[in-house]
């Protein structure tokens, strides 16, 4: 069933029923590839316009396109949507009386429908009109839920394994707007698709200036960001609900409209406090992650994570709030290892602790990047940025390097003597000789490193560390309390005369200075 001539078609019905004269980048091509059967993976980011590229095919093809989404709660929406352009859709979902999915099995039957809706949970009640003959392509929306590698796992689409051996020659379009390396290959591979053409569009949103700094005074830190930019939206993501509450209550006690949004807040709590800030009656809304899925705000100025996200998809997606607009944008994140060790301890004993917890590695690389920050974020989604961005604090703010390999000898022979026992405060302790109650009862002010680095501070002491762990001199055993050990690159420096570079710790000025500009 080749759609002939559709290429005369195509930009009459992107007119007609989406009112567009022009496609935007890949849509064209990936809607070719569909009409000629060919099955394609779509990565693009939210707002993009993935729904057009089965949307418009589903208008050329005879018969249905079936649209396997995981949000009933959207359908409804999705399909008022297409209706109200004049294309005939419908949903089919548990929701509907029986009656009603006999009406519209009854519409599939007589080709009357051109997409049909349907949540992965209800195609078995779909069983006996699952064929080829009556559906003419098939739209896995949201694949990434598909993959454990994924961020929003669900069980139910992995049975969708058995569409490509139902419908052999029906092409398959897989969308989603998150998905790394590994999962795009679980995708497709799970779905039996494996010769899929990858569609990945740029990630990239250069409005929006990316900045990572150290957690030390959070709130104060925030307090001014956010009087710096008074009367604009903006988020603040935190991991507790608890969180949420005191942030938006110190920025209410200096003035600021800030309201709290989490899981505890009742439904008629939460939908209040999304449409306030939609219509701009609240500017700051502190979130847990559960806020601003299907919020679709232009004029987000900036967002704020109080604490780290758990992976890079989370980010991205999170920052993809802001500027939505296209105008200038800031996306503020926090690094702390106290946050890195809490979602630690949330992955433990997980099924896939393994995967989350190299996706928090990830994470925790990103904040402690001495390189283009959105280089590396776009790395990770598979895009290369041929230059650095400009808009990130680490190219406006390049660190300078030194040789630091005494300093790193220092450290990793004071490892070396507690014998990977202690964790990085008290390691930091016996390096500055303090005098404090741990050292004193287990007798650390005997070791021979006691008190070798009291010249540096406790502050550019954790700088230092935090590079010797990123450049894999040592390393945090999450399961051993945390402690500092050495790895198998540490006896290189310890012993090999390996030199390492070190970035500089920026004074506190410095620091202050820095974000004074911002
Ligand atoms: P996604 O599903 O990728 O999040 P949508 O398909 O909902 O994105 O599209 C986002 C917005 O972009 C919608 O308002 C849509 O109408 C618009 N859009 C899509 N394609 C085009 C186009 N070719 N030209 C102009 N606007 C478009
Ligand atoms: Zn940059």
Redesign the pocket.
């Given at each position: 069933m080749i759609v002939e001539n559709y290429q005369t078609e195509l930009y009459p019905t992107?007119k007609k029923y989406?009112g567009?004269d022009?496609?935007?980048p890949q849509?064209e091509e990936i809607i070719e590839s569909v009409l000629n059967h060919k099955d394609v993976l779509v990565i693009?980011?939210?707002?993009?316009?993935?729904?057009?590229c089965f949307q418009l095919p589903a208008l050329l093809f005879e018969g249905t396109t079936l649209v396997i989404s995981p949000l009933i709660a959207l359908m409804k929406d999705q399909v008022d949507g297409l209706k109200a352009n004049g294309i005939a859709a419908a949903y089919f979902n548990s929701s509907q009386s029986s009656e009603e999915q006999q009406e519209i099995i009854k519409q599939v039957y007589e080709k009357k429908l051109k997409l049909l809706y349907v949540a992965p949970e209800s195609l078995s009640a779909l069983s006996d009109i699952l064929k080829p003959t009556y559906f003419s392509c098939l739209a896995i929306d949201e694949a990434h839920c598909i993959s454990s590698w994924g961020h929003d796992f669900r069980p139910s689409y992995q049975q969708l394994g058995f569409l490509k051996k139902s419908f052999p020659d029906t092409p398959i379009i897989a969308l989603t707007?998150t998905a790394d390396k590994a999962t795009r290959k679980d995708i497709v591979d799970q779905l039996n698709i494996p010769h899929a053409k990858q569609f990945i569009s740029s990630f990239d949103r250069e409005n929006i200036e990316l900045e990572v700094r150290p957690a030390t005074n959070r709130v104060t830190q925030i307090l001014s960001f956010v009087q710096k930019r008074a009367g604009e939206s903006g988020i603040i993501y935190c991991l507790s609900r608890k969180g949420t509450e005191s942030i938006a209550e110190k920025l209410k006690n200096k003035g600021i409209e800030a309201t709290a949004y989490h899981a505890g807040l009742s439904f008629d709590q939460r939908s209040k406090v999304q449409e306030d800030f939609i219509f701009d009656r609240t500017k700051v809304v502190c979130a847990t992650v559960a806020f601003g899925m299907g919020i679709d705000k232009s004029n987000v100025r900036f967002v704020i994570h109080y604490n780290m996200p758990k992976n890079l998809e989370g980010y991205y997606q999170e920052i993809g709030r802001a500027g939505r607009d296209g105008l200038p944008s800031n996306a503020l994140l926090f690094h702390t290892y106290a946050d890195v060790i809490q979602l630690r301890r949330f992955t433990e004993g997980a099924s896939n602790e393994e995967f989350q917890n190299a996706k928090l590695e990830r994470m925790t690389q990103f904040s402690e990047a001495t390189d283009c920050r959105r280089k590396i974020l776009l790395g990770y989604f598979g895009e290369l940025l041929e230059e650095n961005c400009g808009n990130c604090d680490v190219c406006k703010n390049p660190p300078e390097f030194f040789e630091g390999t005494v300093i790193a000898q220092k450290l990793l022979s004071c490892i070396a003597r507690l014998k990977g026992t202690a964790a990085a405060g008290t390691v930091i302790d016996v390096l500055r000789g303090a005098q404090n109650q741990v050292i004193l009862e287990k007798g650390y002010q005997n070791l021979k490193t006691y008190g070798i680095g009291n010249a540096i501070s406790w502050r550019d002491w954790q700088h230092y560390l935090t590079q010797l762990i990123n450049q894999g001199y040592c390393e945090i055993a999450f399961h051993l309390h945390n402690s500092l050990q050495l790895t198998p690159f540490s006896k290189k420096v310890l012993f090999e005369n390996q030199k390492v570079f070190l970035t500089k710790p920026k004074t506190l000025k410095e620091q202050k200075a820095q974000q004074k500009k911002v």
């Open positions: 992107l989406f567009y022009t496609f935007r849509q693009m980011p939210t707002g993009g316009g993935k729904s057009i707007a």
